[in-house]
């Protein structure tokens, strides 16, 4: 009967390890499980991406950008070029910068039929760059929303001094597109390609060495 009852207990306390292992939330758990992830689900392989705009450098999807940066993190740097807003209330990929290549000011506007916050050019975009970045050693992977921003980023890079060959639009942006499909229970949601939806690790939290802080 003991024998029984400890046989019982053991078996109890194996489950309830087991299953607190598979509800585990922490940040380094978290991330593990992405980046297994990412590299068993490529979306990139049946999702075909589209440049948004023409530019100077490259384009590049967010799992080849994912591994850029792993493969050299002291010289390869995922710049988010939305606003402040975006990146702090939205989420970032994480570990990237912040420098906005447009600001959202108070007034709203009226544009292909829809109203949307009125934007403003940062005309500090290079400086803010060079601040940050050398153009002899570093490369530049510019992300938005949706992609084209980021095509946009490039060009303004070019005109302070970065090579081409160094600088890259991430397809899809954060978000990625929205649902064609009227038929799709998600119509209209952006749940198509984009660093997100890809599974890679992102989070909502702020630091000064890589938020917009111009004061600094």
């Given at each position: 009967m003991k024998n029984s009852f400890k046989l019982l207990l053991f078996c109890t306390v194996v489950l309830f390890l087991s299953c607190t292992g598979c509800t585990t939330t922490s940040k380094n758990t978290t991330h593990q499980i992405i980046q297994h992830q990412h590299k068993d689900v490529n979306c990139?392989?049946?999702?075909?991406?589209?440049?948004?705009?023409?530019?100077?450098?490259?384009?590049?999807?967010?799992?080849?950008?994912?591994?850029?940066?792993?493969?050299?993190?002291?010289?390869?740097?995922?710049i988010d070029a939305r606003t402040p807003a975006e990146y702090a209330f939205i989420g970032h990929p994480t570990g990237s910068y912040n420098i906005p290549l447009k600001f959202s000011t108070n007034e709203i506007e009226e544009k292909n039929g829809h109203l949307q916050p009125?934007?403003?050019?940062?005309?500090?975009?290079?400086?803010?760059?060079?601040?940050k970045f050398?153009?002899?050693?570093?490369t530049l992977i510019f992300m938005c929303r949706s992609?084209?921003?980021?095509?946009?980023?490039?060009?303004?890079?070019?005109?302070?001094?970065?090579?081409?060959?160094?600088?890259?639009?991430?397809?899809?942006?954060?978000?990625?597109?929205?649902?064609?499909?009227?038929?799709?229970?998600?119509?209209?949601?952006?749940?198509?390609?984009?660093?997100?939806?890809?599974?890679?690790?992102?989070?909502?939290?702020?630091?000064?060495?890589?938020?917009?802080?111009?004061?600094?």
């Open positions: 990139s392989e049946y999702y075909q991406y589209k440049t948004k705009l023409n530019h100077e450098g490259f384009d590049i999807t967010p799992s080849q950008a994912y591994e850029m940066v792993m493969d050299n993190p002291k010289h390869t740097f995922i009125k934007m403003t050019t940062n005309n500090n975009f290079g400086k803010d760059l060079l601040a050398n153009p002899s050693t570093d992609g084209k921003r980021s095509c946009l980023a490039c060009d303004e890079a070019i005109k302070v001094g970065f090579s081409k060959e160094k600088l890259f639009s991430l397809l899809g942006g954060f978000e990625g597109d929205k649902v064609k499909n009227k038929n799709s229970a998600f119509y209209g949601q952006r749940k198509v390609g984009g660093w997100v939806n890809e599974g890679l690790p992102w989070d909502d939290k702020l630091y000064s060495n890589l938020a917009y802080m111009p004061s600094n």
